[in-house]
Nanobody, 115 residues
Framework: QVQLVESGGGLVQPGGSLRLSCAASGSIFSIYAMGWYRQAPGKQRELVAAITSGGRRNYADSVKGRFTISRDNAKNTVYLQMNSLKTEDTAVYYC?????????WGQGTQVTVSS
């Protein structure tokens, strides 16, 4: 079993910043990629950013230049630094870990960008 614990969501004004964290624990033998997805009301879940074990990063076009993903392999933790937040970034953010042939999801953390 793998457990993902997310933290860092909340309410922030437009232009503000938040940092999300996701720590993975349990029977993790080989994490290939860690990332963040988000789902806004009435919309499909979408990839925000992902990072492989080798450090290769992938971002959604809508967040490039504003969000930065990083990871601490020793701690099995992934971070998402979100700057210059916009109201359209409001969503539930989910941590995702790909390990071996399995796919794991966090419980989600709410990010609300509003004045």
């Amino acid at each position: 079993q793998v457990q993902l614990v997310e933290s860092g969501g909340g309410l922030v004004q437009p232009g503000g910043s938040l940092r999300l964290s996701c720590a993975a624990s349990g029977s993790i033998f080989s994490i290939y990629a860690m990332g963040w997805y988000r789902q806004a009301p009435g919309k499909q879940r979408e990839l925000v950013a992902a990072i492989t074990s080798g450090g290769r990063r992938n971002y959604a076009d809508s967040v490039k230049g504003r969000f930065t993903i990083s990871r601490d392999n020793a701690k099995n933790t992934v971070y998402l630094q979100m700057n210059s937040l916009k109201t359209e970034d409001t969503a539930v953010y989910y941590c995702n870990v790909v390990a071996g042939t399995s796919d794991y999801w966090g419980q989600g953390t709410q990010v609300t960008v509003s004045s």
